[in-house]
């Protein structure tokens, strides 16, 4: 059976409906807005440094730190890359 098509842009329009959503401190519902992201295009790096902010409010520090990890797999040369670092760091 063939991967699933990665789409892109709707994960794109997920994380930037997250990012509202952890303005507004509805961290749940961003949460569940970068879950569909992950499922529309799980090589999306943003996704995972706003989960990481996401869990962090949780105070769900082991899921904060894998997310920050994943994030700096798929973009190790990110512009934020050592302050996810430091994030990690100081979890």
Not at 27 to 38: E, F, G, I, K
Request: no cysteine; proline share 5%; glycine share 6%.
């Amino acid at each position: 059976e063939p991967a699933a098509a990665r789409d892109r842009s709707e994960a794109e329009r997920l994380v930037g409906v997250a990012g509202g959503q952890l303005v507004r401190g509805d961290v749940a519902s961003a949460v569940a807005s970068l879950q569909r992201a992950r499922d529309a295009d799980p090589t999306y790096a943003p996704i995972y440094r706003h989960l990481g902010l996401a869990y962090e409010r949780m105070q769900r520090d082991a899921a904060a730190r894998d997310a920050y990890r994943r994030y700096l797999q798929l973009a190790p040369n990110a512009p934020d890359a050592e302050r996810v670092r430091a994030r990690i760091a100081a979890l």
